[in-house]
């Protein structure tokens, strides 16, 4: 049974920094194509980041240069390191996986559909 496992967000003041973690058990992230999905209340989820297989990336305009997603696969963990976070980076953060590489590498263009495992959520919060 394939489980993500989202942890640490939080409240910050903008300009602060958070580092979210998905730890990962029946799959191994390594082998997965994974991201990171956020939602801010009353809106659509969307893609902010996807890590293919190759370690390749790709990443929203609106995070680009402030977020990176280090992932620690002897751990089977990934993360989101968020710098310079603004407001409307407030939203609840999902961690999505599905086996294999990833089928599309456009972060504008995936869908909830494009992954079959899901975190929980956690919190973002940021502050002016």
């Known amino acids: 049974q394939v489980q993500l496992v989202e942890s640490w967000g939080g409240s910050v003041q903008a300009g602060g920094s958070l580092r979210l973690s998905c730890a990962a058990s029946?799959?191994?992230?390594?082998?997965?194509?994974m991201g990171w999905f956020r939602q801010a209340s009353g809106k659509e989820r969307w893609a902010v980041v996807l890590?293919?297989?190759?370690?390749?990336?790709t990443y929203a305009d609106s995070v680009k240069g402030r977020f990176t997603i280090p992932k620690d696969n002897t751990k089977n963990t990934l993360y989101l390191q968020m710098n310079s976070l603004k407001p409307q980076d407030t939203a609840m953060y999902y961690c999505a996986a599905d086996l294999g590489a990833c089928e599309e590498t456009d972060v504008t263009a995936v869908l909830d559909s494009d992954f079959v495992h899901w975190g929980q959520g956690t919190q973002v919060t940021v502050s002016t």
């Open positions: 029946g799959l191994s992230t390594s082998r997965s194509c």
């Open positions: 890590i293919d297989t190759d370690g390749s990336t």
